[in-house]
């Protein structure tokens, strides 16, 4: 960008500085967008094992009451 006051300096450093910036927020940025698929996997994953758990409590309780009656 060229400003009014522009002295013919082309400022490279300062863009240099400025790209180096952008580098790293844009690696912070997908470092937050990894972790946030890996937890959102991790979340996944629970809630499958909480449901299979679940389930099998269920076929305990069924399997409890079939072996009274048969008892």
Do not use: A, P, W, Y
């Not at 400025?18 to 959102?40: A, P, S």
């Not at 994953?45 to 449901?51: G, P």
């Amino acid at each position: 960008m060229i400003s009014e006051t522009d002295t013919g300096d082309t400022g490279d450093t300062d863009m240099d500085d400025v790209d180096q910036l952008d580098c790293q927020n844009l690696d912070f940025g997908l470092i937050l967008l990894e972790i946030r698929k890996d937890v959102k996997g991790i979340h996944t994953q629970f809630d499958i094992m909480e449901h299979t758990v679940n389930q099998l409590k269920v076929d305990n309780e069924e399997l409890k009451t079939h072996n009274k009656n048969l008892v």
